[in-house]
């Protein structure tokens, strides 16, 4: 079945550190990938979303690429704040449902 | 706008009791909502998808019996955990899709809920 594999954390960075999360999946078909993010105490909310291969998804100096040669979609960000301490979720969309990673917490320390 | 909430946000209770989870769309109407499961360190499962005025459907393994899903309106999902023990201690997450507008893979999230099962 479809799944989404991306690397443990927890990541600790020092602000203004370049930051990236790796995301591979596995589907049959052309998933819509995502990536999600989840604040301490709040729930999950859309950073950034691709759908077809080639597609740049970019928000709040995230960006990823949707890759299907190598079936990734790396979340990357030039530049951390220490507000970007949060969980990050991979995510594809497959038949109206979507299929998660385990999450990467991001620490960002001053 | 595109606000979900759950109620309660943790609760504690004891084996053999039922607990009941509502999630709410605040400003939208939600054709479809999903109910999720979060253990410590890993993903989120998709436990069921909920669509107003019809049954839920329930992802494989996931006891339909034990975790009845009532979605009576479009801004009102409700999970109820009944005779809970504490192996159904977890972390319970809705989302919603919107009714109109908007990509149809767009699921707008609750903040959680925590249930410690004594």
């Known amino acids: 079945g479809d799944s989404v594999t991306q690397m443990e954390g927890p990541v600790t960075l020092s602000e203004e550190a370049f930051l990236t999360i790796n995301c591979t999946y596995t589907a049959t078909g052309y998933p819509s990938l995502f990536w999600y993010v989840q604040y301490p105490g709040e729930g999950l909310q859309l950073l950034l979303k691709?759908?077809?291969?080639?597609d740049k998804g970019s928000n709040k100096g995230f960006e990823a690429t949707y890759r299907k040669e190598t079936t990734s979609f790396h979340l990357e960000k030039g530049s951390v704040q220490v507000s970007d301490s949060a969980v990050y979720f991979c995510?594809?969309?497959?038949?109206?449902?979507?299929?998660f990673g385990a999450g990467t917490q991001v620490v960002v320390t001053p | 706008g595109a606000v979900v909430s759950q109620h309660p946000s943790r609760v504690i209770c004891k084996s053999g009791t039922s607990v009941k989870i509502e999630c709410r769309s605040l400003?939208?109407?939600?054709?479809?909502m999903f109910w999720y499961r979060q253990f410590p360190k890993k993903s989120l499962m998709l436990m069921a998808t909920s669509n107003e005025g019809s049954k839920a459907t329930y992802e494989q393994g996931v006891e339909k019996d034990k975790f009845l899903i009532n979605h009576a309106s479009l801004t009102l999902s409700t999970l109820t955990v009944t005779s809970a023990h504490p192996e159904d201690s977890s972390f319970y997450i809705c989302?919603?899709?919107?009714?109109?507008?908007?990509?149809?893979?767009?699921?707008?999230f609750g903040p959680g809920t925590r249930l410690t099962v004594l």
């Open positions: 400003d939208f109407q939600a054709t479809t």
């Open positions: 995510a594809l969309s497959s038949w109206g449902k979507l299929q």
């Open positions: 989302s919603a899709q919107p009714l109109a507008g908007g990509p149809t893979d767009t699921q707008y």
């Open positions: 691709a759908t077809k291969a080639d």
